[in-house]
């Protein structure tokens, strides 16, 4: 499988980047002894304002400096913790629970006929996730100990909900979280009460230990074997030849160029020097992931690949790329799901893109200083 994943990514991924850089910026490489050293950052800066502001247009000076500006956090409720009882202290910080308040009003709103009506358990229940309103930069106190022994809240970029909002689990799931590290997402999967099976993967054994000490922090004992946790450490490439349709729902957060990431931290920069072949080769990798959780999947099953990257060459074109590589290689079906949805009932939380193929895409403003995250949706057919 590899092999042909490879073949079938560099087509893709040569159609695509030629296709989406002008004449005018591509160019040749000049020799010479020394080339000048740069901090990673940078040179992240450097590469976004090239190809960016090509992807973007008038959008990516706002973009540009809501990126180089302080984050904004939402903090994920632990519904291990007395949730009853930080949901209040979060409000008297004058913060509201986004997922709640958007929900009820998209239950109360009549659809018009434009509008897609979501299915059914569209989405991931039990989630509760505060924010301060657009414009408010307030910041949450560090987490702490609650009574019940576990942390009261997980502090995170509350975009990073999306995916598993998105993922639309129900009671009796069997899940996979294909690239689980650091651990929010699968803190979040978890919270949700419906995982019979939770299986938690990273390639790296580092980050692995970072996940097992956020669910050691968070998820009583009893709890974790109830809802049968495995923390693994596998290539996930190789998850479809392991378990091949096993899965209910999959979530495929990739290694990615983490954006904003890149512009503020030296440590660990993808676009450090000696980093540029991994760099280079994240697409591919990302198709990969991609495929075999897809074939984890059960026909029927569904899988949100997100990434935290404003790249089209890592979101929409990897979608694409992995949707024809399994029709042509393996004969499976795979249908993208309306997102769209999404963006009109958190529209007064997030800033999202409107042009994407395929997906949504949360941007960074400076009125609603989250992301980048990009998740769409696809179910197996087949």
């Known amino acids: 499988m590899a092999a042909l994943v490879v073949r079938s990514a560099r087509d893709v991924l040569k159609r695509a980047h030629l296709a989406t850089i002008p004449r005018r910026h591509r160019h040749k490489k000049k020799w010479a002894a020394t080339e000048p050293k740069f901090p990673a950052t940078q040179l992240a800066l450097q590469n976004f304002d090239m190809t960016y502001s090509v992807q973007f247009g008038d959008l990516w000076p706002s973009i540009r400096v809501s990126l180089l500006s302080e984050q904004k956090y939402g903090a994920l409720v632990n519904n291990f913790a007395a949730w009853d009882h930080v949901s209040d202290e979060l409000e008297q910080l004058r913060a509201r629970d986004f997922v709640k308040e958007a929900i009820s009003h998209g239950e109360l709103e009549p659809q018009g006929d434009q509008t897609p009506t979501p299915a059914s358990g569209a989405y991931s229940p039990n989630l509760r996730c505060f924010t301060f309103a657009r414009g408010d930069v307030s910041r949450f106190p560090p987490a702490r100990l609650g009574s019940l022994g576990v942390m009261d809240y997980y502090l995170m970029d509350a975009a990073s909900l999306l995916p598993v909002l998105a993922l639309g689990l129900q009671p009796g799931d069997t899940v996979l979280d294909l690239c689980a590290a650091p651990g929010g997402k699968t803190l979040a999967l978890l919270q949700t009460g419906c995982c019979r099976n939770l299986a938690a993967n990273d390639l790296s054994t580092s980050r692995t230990g970072r996940l097992q000490r956020v669910l050691h922090s968070y998820v009583p004992q009893d709890i974790r074997d109830r809802n049968r946790v495995r923390v693994t450490s596998w290539d996930g490439r190789k998850w479809g030849e392991l378990e091949g349709d096993t899965?209910?729902?999959?979530?495929?957060?990739?290694?990615?160029?983490?954006?904003?990431?890149?512009?503020?931290?030296?440590?660990?920069?993808?676009f450090q020097r000696s980093r540029k072949k991994e760099r280079q080769m994240l697409p591919m990798l990302q198709l990969q992931l991609l495929a075999a959780g897809l074939l984890a999947t059960k026909p029927g099953g569904h899988v949100v690949y997100s990434t935290c990257s404003l790249s089209h060459l890592q979101n929409e074109y990897v979608v694409q790329g992995t949707i024809e590589f399994l029709a042509n290689q393996y004969s499976i079906k795979v249908q993208v799901e309306d997102l769209s949805h999404f963006r009109k009932l958190f529209?007064?939380?997030?800033?999202?893109?409107?042009?994407?193929?395929?997906?949504?895409?949360?941007?960074?403003?400076?009125?609603?200083?989250?992301?980048?995250?990009?998740?769409c949706k696809m179910c197996r057919l087949t």
């Open 247 to 270: 899965y209910d729902r999959v979530l495929v957060d990739v290694p990615c160029t983490t954006d904003r990431h890149s512009l503020h931290e030296e440590e660990n920069n993808i």
């Open 347 to 375: 529209m007064d939380t997030f800033s999202f893109f409107p042009s994407c193929q395929v997906g949504e895409l949360v941007i960074p403003n400076l009125l609603a200083n989250f992301g980048p995250m990009y998740f």
